[in-house]
């Protein structure tokens, strides 16, 4: 982690964003904290295809709150399917701006954890990197009845 040193990380730690190194690559972790902070800073960006980087995680962690901050609105749609089985959709976006799902999961899966994949973030992930969203209890519990969760970083 060449580009981040320990103050970096314990910015970014209370954004929302925690950072783990193993023998395999990185590992972002993230809460609807941590996803409002890199979408906001994505968005005044005003750049298509950003890649997540340490660099941009760097950034990120200087990254204060302007007047063009929006809130992060987090909510899980449900799908009964053909088997009767309840898929979830887990859909993100910030206050103003259209709805995007990036991530489905299938009925025996838990909706407090998901790993991002390539083809379904709001930013392109490099190779050696996976980004994993994780949700409290209480928020589980909010989405699966319905709720949205409201996170202003």
């Given at each position: 982690?060449?580009?981040?040193?320990?103050?970096?990380?314990?910015?970014?730690?209370?954004?929302?964003?925690?950072?783990?190194?193993?023998?395999?690559?990185?590992?972002?972790?993230l809460n609807p904290k941590g996803?409002?902070?890199?979408?906001?800073?994505i968005s005044e960006l005003k750049h298509?295809?950003?890649?997540?980087?340490?660099?941009?995680?760097?950034?990120?962690?200087?990254?204060?709150?302007?007047?063009?901050?929006?809130?992060?609105?987090?909510?899980?749609?449900?799908?009964?399917?053909?088997?009767?089985?309840?898929?979830?959709?887990?859909?993100?976006?910030?206050?103003?701006?259209?709805?995007?799902?990036?991530?489905?999961?299938?009925?025996?899966?838990?909706?407090?954890?998901?790993?991002?994949?390539?083809?379904?973030?709001?930013?392109?992930?490099?190779?050696?990197?996976?980004?994993?969203?994780?949700?409290?209890?209480?928020?589980?519990?909010?989405?699966?009845?319905?709720?949205?969760?409201?996170?202003?970083?």
């Open positions: 982690m060449k580009a981040l040193n320990e103050n970096h990380i314990e910015k970014l730690s209370r954004k929302g964003i925690g950072i783990k190194e193993d023998s395999i690559g990185l590992t972002i972790e996803m409002a902070w890199i979408l906001n800073f298509r295809n950003i890649s997540l980087t340490l660099t941009l995680l760097k950034e990120i962690s200087a990254y204060q709150k302007s007047k063009k901050w929006k809130e992060l609105r987090c909510k899980i749609t449900s799908i009964e399917a053909y088997d009767n089985s309840i898929y979830y959709s887990h859909v993100f976006y910030l206050n103003g701006t259209p709805p995007k799902m990036f991530f489905s999961c299938d009925p025996v899966k838990n909706i407090n954890h998901f790993t991002f994949f390539h083809e379904n973030t709001p930013f392109k992930i490099r190779n050696d990197l996976q980004i994993d969203m994780y949700f409290s209890k209480q928020e589980s519990m909010k989405l699966k009845q319905g709720d949205l969760i409201i996170e202003n970083g």
